[in-house]
């Protein structure tokens, strides 16, 4: 297979537990599956970056848009954006695309389904690996919530109204969108009008907006101590990315992972939240080189 060909995008739509996915995938059908998780407010078009360097490298790249976003299933109750459902779509679309086990990489709410489902014992022996960019430990956050982060992570509150966020989201031909991808010189620098054209679009389809929403909706109607519980250490050889400059979640949320995580690397890099996409080829670099490397046996 020439590079050409190995790093062209195919799309596809896969049918797992019972909802359709879209999924967007490159490089050669028989490498090594990795299983790429995007986050709020975006779609697969978040790994637009990653998903050539992954099939230059020989990986088979592979970015769902997740359930609720745009061309995929949005089912309509809140209770279907439960962290169960979450976790179960990362083991249902695994075994759909022809694997009982791949490397997960996931940012934002991407990472933070990542994170569960290489800690709950139902689900972790899908993760062969663990990528992580910008995304806490949800059961860590939710029990260790401070009034620092509690103020940087206001719009988790808001989003708990009714309607008020998708008019807030959509209003003003979607400035307050717009205005998520500019936090930093080097986000505003890379999500060009274009790109933002493509997130637009996707959080325009039809049921979209109200299902972004319900997947803060969901997890703050979960009893953190509970969620907790479920979770079990990560075995899985896990890399943490981290933009040190995110408004949204502090870099004290990266420390005292140890117990949790105990096979964990971080990597700090200057950027804000949408590190992939304000540091791409370093990103980049990251997931070949750790995905590359032969798991250690323990």
């Known amino acids: 297979m020439s590079d050409a060909s190995a790093t062209e995008l195919r799309h596809s739509t896969v049918t797992a537990g019972g909802l359709r996915f879209h999924v967007a995938e490159a490089g050669p059908?028989?490498?090594p599956p990795v299983l790429l998780l995007h986050g709020f407010p975006e779609c697969w078009y978040s790994w637009r970056h990653q998903l050539p360097a992954l099939a230059k490298a020989g990986f088979r790249a592979m970015a769902p848009d997740l359930r609720g976003y745009n061309?995929?299933?949005k089912p309509s109750d809140v209770s279907e954006y439960g962290?169960?459902?979450l976790t179960g779509d990362v083991v249902a679309l695994s075994k759909a695309l022809g694997y009982q086990r791949l490397d997960v990489v996931g940012h934002d709410w991407?990472?933070?389904v990542a994170w569960l489902t290489a800690s709950f014992p139902a689900t972790r022996h899908v993760v062969r690996r663990l990528v992580v960019l910008n995304a806490p430990h949800p059961a860590l956050?939710?029990?260790q919530l401070s009034l620092r982060q509690l103020r940087r992570s206001w719009y988790m509150l808001m989003f708990q109204l009714p309607h008020v966020p998708e008019w807030f989201l959509s209003h003003n031909d979607w400035?307050?969108?717009r205005k998520t991808f500019a936090h930093t010189r080097l986000l505003r620098q890379n999500v060009s009008p274009e790109d933002f054209a493509v997130y637009r679009q996707a959080a325009s389809q039809p049921g979209a907006l109200s299902a972004m929403v319900n997947y803060y909706r969901a997890v703050l109607r979960q009893d953190p101590r509970k969620l907790a519980e479920l979770c079990q250490p990560v075995e899985a050889e896990t890399l943490l990315i981290w933009g040190e400059q995110d408004v949204a979640l502090g870099k004290e949320l990266t420390e005292g992972l140890g117990q949790m995580v105990p096979?964990?690397?971080v990597e700090y890099l200057p950027a804000?939240?949408?590190?992939q996409l304000e540091q791409p080829e370093a990103v980049s670099r990251l997931l070949v080189d750790a995905l590359s490397k032969p798991i250690e046996q323990r």
């Open 29 to 31: 059908v028989d490498g």
């Open 83 to 85: 962290v169960d459902r």
């Open 71 to 73: 061309l995929s299933d």
């Open 175 to 177: 400035a307050n969108l």
């Open 272 to 275: 804000g939240h949408f590190v």
């Open 141 to 143: 956050f939710l029990s």
């Open 263 to 265: 096979r964990l690397r």
């Open 110 to 112: 991407g990472g933070a």
